[in-house]
């Protein structure tokens, strides 16, 4: 079974976390590198996807500013979602082959990692018709998906609400969604949850869905095997 290298990555500020992406994506279109899965968490930060729109963010970015949060423009698909500490999120550079260059089997895939991870934690999740994500029955939306493919290689990928607050959440418009209700693991189950337990879950069921075996790389090892992606090595400990 072909490798996935996983990477726990700690605390990356975004823009960071996207410059080392592009440069993994262009080492896995060379094929320097096997797929790989990077684990981490970001700073406050909203992230505007391909298809966002001023309303989305209904205060003005000067005031999300100053409260802490970062705004920033994405190459992702979707539209305005909200990234902060507590927060898993996986960013897959994989290439598409394997699957038949089908990025909505790619899609398909990672809702299946993302609903399986969660029932290992007693969290039941779902998909809802015609809304993007996944979602707790009642209905609140736990997980958000986007991605962004470039020569047959994935970036940007999934991010779980675990741990983090989620009051930022309610000063926009979540992935374009009217009314849209947010949880987290820990609100699920009435407690701060061990966030990297979590992340071995993801990437133990990612390796099931997307048939690969997980192989953990250290920060400090990928910097020295891919130029470019030193970004990484002075980041906060964080998921570990």
């Known amino acids: 079974m072909d490798e996935v290298w996983t990477?726990?990555?700690?605390?990356?500020?975004?823009?960071?976390?996207?410059?080392a992406q592009k440069r993994l994506e262009a080492a896995r279109q060379a094929g320097e590198v096997p797929d790989l899965l990077l684990l981490l968490e970001h700073p406050p930060v909203y992230t505007k996807g391909r298809r966002s729109t001023a309303d989305?963010?209904?205060?003005?970015?000067?005031?999300?500013?100053?409260?802490?949060?970062?705004?920033?423009?994405?190459?992702?698909?979707?539209r305005v979602t909200y990234h902060g500490p507590g927060q898993l999120v996986g960013y897959p550079i994989v290439?598409?082959?394997?699957?038949?260059?089908?990025?909505?089997?790619?899609?398909?895939?990672m809702e299946r990692v993302i609903i399986a991870a969660l029932a290992d934690w007693s969290v039941e999740a779902e998909l809802v018709e015609g809304l993007t994500g996944v979602w707790t029955p009642e209905p609140r939306k736990v997980a958000s998906i986007g991605v962004h493919v470039n020569r047959g290689v994935t970036t940007h990928g999934l991010a779980i609400?675990?741990?983090?607050?989620?009051?930022?959440?309610?000063?926009?418009v979540p992935c374009g969604i009217e009314s849209c209700r947010m949880t987290s693991v820990a609100r699920e189950l009435g407690a701060e949850q061990d966030l990297d337990a979590f992340a071995t879950t993801v990437r133990d069921r990612f390796a099931d869905v997307y048939e690969r075996s997980p192989v953990e790389i250290d920060v400090a090892d990928l910097v020295e095997r891919i130029a470019g992606v030193g970004v990484l090595a002075?980041?906060?400990?964080a998921v570990r």
């Open 95 to 109: 290439s598409l082959k394997r699957y038949g260059d089908d990025v909505h089997e790619y899609i398909r895939r």
């Open 234 to 237: 002075g980041t906060a400990a």
């Open 7 to 19: 990477v726990r990555a700690g605390q990356v500020p975004y823009e960071e976390a996207r410059a």
């Open 161 to 172: 609400n675990v741990n983090n607050d989620l009051q930022p959440f309610q000063w926009i």
């Open 56 to 78: 989305e963010l209904p205060m003005g970015e000067e005031w999300y500013r100053m409260q802490g949060i970062e705004v920033t423009d994405t190459d992702r698909g979707g």
